[in-house]
């Protein structure tokens, strides 16, 4: 199986912490949509494998018209293989989705959403410069549930300098109180060239703090388990029947395409990478120009990849696929790497596996860098 990626590069405005790739005018959407269309119908050979997740990503892709989602849909459904059965995900923020917008996007076939919900608490809002508020938070998953959406995950951050534990145990009871089968959370990252870095270099925003951090996140593991979550990846936590599909094909090695702007595709042993400008993307398709760079993947790319990825989730590294896919010196550096790990209480051996225990999760980075092969 195989994935499509669409990268929807417009906002409303800005996020204080955002590094991704978007623009805050749509000055260009209708051109951008063809350009969309047209490079899904140029790829179409890239892929011979059955489509089984579609993931609409951005941006903010519930800003699109429906007529504009469904002729990009219309598009990828008459030049790829789909499987019967898809996960259609679509990222969408809470003010975009009124009740009538919900029934188009259901209509067009999306059967996931992923609400960008970041904080139910409306200081820590604004200081994300998001657009909706806490009311229009719980109101959109609400009015979700009750169109027929039960496939529903909301993204949330910790570690912000006005995140105090008691918001972050609201923010994560709400999680319980509306039953959400899915949450994804992330610790928030100062990016450069963004608000959030210039307000910190300013002094109008206190750093990070690494031990806040630390705590929330161990907090956030204890409250999902007792919520019945599991966490199958360092920051995402669902029931079992509600893992993120299209993210564990990425964590799994499966292929993928992705069109737009930014995005990246994975296939053939290759990497591909679109331009992050939407002016040079569109051109690029219109004028066939060139509009991506691309990398084969060598051997120490493929083993550092695959820890990076397989490491931070519960199916963790299985030692046969090391064995029998790298080379002899890279399986020699791996066992020695590994070894000290595994007489550690980070790391633990299940069977032909090797996975990180609960102390482990809390040094993911630290472990995944002794292990790569450099």
Not at 108 to 114: A, I, Q
Not at 178 to 194: D, I, Q
Not at 329 to 357: M, R, W
Request: charged fraction near 20%; hydrophobic fraction near 35%; charge should be negative.
């Amino acid at each position: 199986m195989a994935g499509i990626y669409i990268h929807i590069p417009f906002c409303k405005q800005s996020c204080s912490y955002c590094d991704f790739h978007f623009s805050t005018s749509l000055k260009h959407k209708s051109d951008l949509i063809r350009a969309l269309v047209k490079e899904i119908e140029e790829r179409k050979n890239q892929l011979t494998s059955p489509i089984n997740t579609l993931y609409f990503g951005g941006g903010t892709p519930s800003l699109l018209d429906v007529d504009d989602l469904k002729l990009i849909v219309d598009a990828i459904y008459k030049n790829y293989a789909i499987a019967d059965k898809i996960e259609f995900t679509l990222e969408c923020n809470p003010d975009d989705l009124s009740q009538e917008k919900l029934k188009e996007f259901n209509n067009v076939g999306v059967n996931r959403l992923s609400i960008g919900v970041q904080s139910f608490n409306n200081k820590e809002l604004k200081f994300f410069n998001r657009v909706h508020n806490s009311s229009e938070a719980e109101s959109s998953i609400k009015r979700s549930q009750d169109i027929g959406f039960d496939n529903i995950t909301i993204d949330l951050i910790y570690g912000s300098p006005i995140l105090t534990d008691e918001i972050w145990l609201n923010n994560l009871q709400k999680v319980n109180d509306f039953r959400v089968p899915h949450l994804s959370a992330y610790g928030l990252t100062v990016e450069s060239k963004t608000a959030l870095a210039h307000q910190i270099k300013l002094g109008q925003t206190p750093n990070l703090n690494d031990e806040k951090m630390i705590a929330q996140f161990k907090t956030l593991i204890q409250k999902t388990k007792e919520f019945g979550l599991t966490q199958y990846e360092v920051s995402n936590f669902g029931r079992e029947d509600f893992y993120s599909q299209h993210n564990s094909n990425y964590w799994k090695g499966a292929e993928y395409l992705g069109f737009g702007p930014s995005a990246h595709s994975y296939t053939n042993n290759k990497r591909f990478w679109n331009v992050s400008n939407n002016i040079k993307y569109i051109n690029g398709i219109t004028n066939n120009q060139g509009y991506y760079e691309e990398e084969n993947i060598d051997e120490q790319t493929s083993f550092n990849e695959y820890i990076l990825t397989r490491l931070r989730t519960i199916w963790g590294i299985e030692l046969d696929y090391i064995k029998n896919n790298y080379s002899q010196e890279i399986n020699t550096h791996f066992e020695q790497e590994l070894a000290p790990y595994l007489n550690s209480s980070y790391l633990q051996q299940i069977n032909n596996k090797v996975v990180l225990t609960d102390e482990g999760i809390l040094i993911t980075d630290k472990i995944t860098s002794d292990l790569f092969y450099v």
